[in-house]
């Protein structure tokens, strides 16, 4: 089951400030690490169009950057993919906490954990898709570079259903680089969908172009376009208009025009939503898609805080295989509930 999917194209644009960056990082339930406008940045991503996080790091700077994201799952195997670029110097690519440090051996160029070296000589300044199979049943750890095995080393003991990745350095680094992340998703073994590592990805994003149904109140713009209101990067900014509602089941709902950029394999779609309640009452946001197969809703809870809430859909309505018409002819939306 995919459990988080993320590109960083929806957070903010890539002249935002560090503090900006991070504020919706953490909203998103990051957790980020000595961030300055020198050491850390939103930058062009993997795919024309998108972003992806970048983090320099300064050699023997004793505050160095760094960005973890933690879940909980209970099932066999967990899946961990990222896109990663470095320059400068080879660094370490991630930690799995207590699991692996991966690292970037600076002899060989190769995958490192301990003293075990990878397969493939990994190029700087250029793009890779890394993944990380966590196997309890196998007792076992393996990585993937660009779809190809490069490291299986044995499962310490002791591993529980915690799961904290981390990018960056935590101590003092010799030397400086630059890494770069795109394209972040975590699965697990738990369903028959995507219960396994998927492969070198993409994440694209889709952001509401025009209008189907508009019962929600626009608040702070006196525009009539809600799917700008929707689409707007860095929407807690002071000001910024937002989407209201205070009635059950009132409902906004939008297309997009953002086509796929080929007919590869549609592991899910996700929908995902910056969103706070108002009162201490237990309110909860539907988030809805629709095709010509039927429609479904999932609810995501609501603090009084603003937050990221992600609503992962890995079937199109009906049961049915997404393929790029049922993305690109989809409708989606929000529901108050």
């Known amino acids: 089951m995919l459990k988080f999917s993320d590109g960083f194209d929806h957070y ?14 953490q909203a998103a339930g990051y957790t980020v690490n000595n961030p300055t406008n020198s050491t850390f940045a939103l930058v062009p991503g993997t795919d024309a169009g998108s972003s992806g996080l970048k983090m320099t790091i300064m050699a023997s700077s004793a505050t ?40 970037w051996d600076t002899t060989t160029g190769k995958m490192k954990i301990g003293s075990e070296l990878g397969q493939d000589v990994i190029i700087m300044n250029a793009w890779w898709y890394i993944e990380i199979e966590v196997d309890k049943a ?14 299986t080393v044995p499962l310490p003991p002791g591993v529980a259903n915690d799961y904290t990745i981390t990018w960056g350095m935590s101590s ?50 006196q525009s009539s376009d809600h799917y700008r209101i929707a689409a707007q990067l860095d929407p807690g900014r002071a000001g910024a208009p937002y989407l209201q509602a205070n009635v059950e089941g009132k409902t906004d709902t939008f297309t997009s025009n953002t ?6 394999t549609i592991f899910a779609v996700s929908l995902v939503s910056f969103a706070k309640k108002g009162d201490l009452d237990d309110r909860q946001l539907g988030m809805t898609i629709s095709t010509t197969n039927g429609s479904e809703e999932k609810t995501v809870p609501l603090t009084e805080a603003y937050r990221y809430r992600q609503a992962i859909f890995e079937q199109a309505p009906g049961g049915v295989a997404w393929n790029r018409n049922r993305v690109e002819s989809s409708e989606f939306g929000i529901i108050a509930r």
């Open 138 to 151: 196998a007792s076992e750890v393996r990585v993937y570079a660009n779809d190809v095995l490069q490291l």
């Open 172 to 221: 003092v680094s010799p030397v400086a680089a630059v890494m770069e992340i795109d394209d972040f998703y975590i699965s697990d073994n738990e369903g028959t969908l995507n219960n396994s590592r998927l492969g070198p990805i993409a994440i694209i994003t889709r952001a509401p172009t025009a209008d189907v149904t508009k019962q929600w109140d626009i608040v702070g713009s």
């Open 12 to 25: 903010a644009p890539q002249a935002a400030t560090a503090a900006t960056i991070t504020s919706y990082l």
């Open 64 to 103: 160095p950057p760094s960005l973890s994201y933690s879940l909980q799952s209970t099932q066999s195997l967990v899946a961990f993919g990222f896109g990663f670029r470095g320059s400068q110097s080879r660094l370490r690519f991630c930690r799995l906490a207590g699991i692996v440090d991966l690292e």
């Open 259 to 264: 086509v796929m950029p080929n007919d590869n």
